[in-house]
């Protein structure tokens, strides 16, 4: 079965850094591109940042800088170093996998992500 | 930045037809993909590249692409529909970015 699994949220405070971590199995997860996509409660959709299988990476403004995406295909696993955390980052983190021209076919569950004090 | 604009809401009844508008500018020439989120899930892509389907996904959603608007079709609507949908392209034109629409809450009259 194709799955993502995220670990690593929980409540931090303001200017703190957590690691997110997304499992990938039942696929090659070298071959594919990955995303992070967060939403806050209540609230819509925000990419977050994606990495291609070559490990280029890229980021909207509101995290560039201070959200670090990277991948260790040896252990099928994708990680978000995120640093310099503030409130507006508190949201669910997904991961999804790339599929055609951009399209995420496969998404965890998601990470809680709370920044406050 | 590039921005996609979605309706906040759409209803619709049972059996009849909805449509969920998701404009940009000349989105027509990228690649649209929607998801359909339910509450506490995390959301499912229904349709890709402008109008494909992922396996499983029913032929009663189906997508379009031109000039300046997208649409996601959902025909025979059903109450399990309800849902919110979301539009989504991946911006290369400057920076490498993803975008997504406000999202679209549609109610199962």
């Known amino acids: 079965e194709v799955q993502l699994v995220e670990s690593g949220g929980g409540l931090v405070q303001p200017g703190g850094s957590l690691r997110l971590s997304c499992a990938a199995s039942?696929?090659?997860?070298?071959?594919?591109?990955m995303h992070w996509v967060r939403q806050a409660t209540g609230k819509g959709l925000e990419w977050v940042s994606a990495i291609g299988t070559a490990g280029d990476t890229y980021y909207p403004g509101s995290v560039k800088g201070r959200f670090t995406i990277s991948r260790e295909n040896a252990k099928n696993s994708l990680y978000l170093q995120m640093n310099s955390l503030r409130a507006g980052d508190t949201a669910v983190y997904y991961c999804?996998?790339?599929?055609?021209?951009?399209?995420?076919?496969?998404w965890g569950q998601g990470t809680m992500v709370t920044v406050s004090s | 930045s590039y921005v996609l604009t979605q309706p906040p809401s759409v209803s619709v009844a049972p059996g009849q037809t909805a449509r969920i508008t998701c404009g940009g500018n000349?989105?027509?020439?990228?690649?649209v993909h929607w998801y359909q989120q339910k509450p506490g899930q995390a959301p499912v892509l229904v349709v890709y590249?402008?109008?494909d389907r992922p396996s499983g996904i029913p032929e009663r959603f189906s997508g379009s692409n031109s000039g300046n608007t997208a649409t996601l079709t959902i025909s025979r609507v059903e109450a399990g529909d309800e849902a919110d949908y979301y539009c989504?392209?991946?911006?290369?034109?400057?920076?490498?970015?993803?975008?997504f629409g406000g999202g679209t809450k549609l109610t199962v009259l």
């Open positions: 999804a996998r790339n599929y055609d021209r951009g399209a995420f076919d496969i």
């Open positions: 039942g696929f090659t997860f070298s071959s594919y591109d």
């Open positions: 590249d402008d109008s």
């Open positions: 989504q392209v991946w911006d290369s034109s400057s920076d490498h970015q993803g975008v």
């Open positions: 000349n989105i027509g020439s990228k690649s």
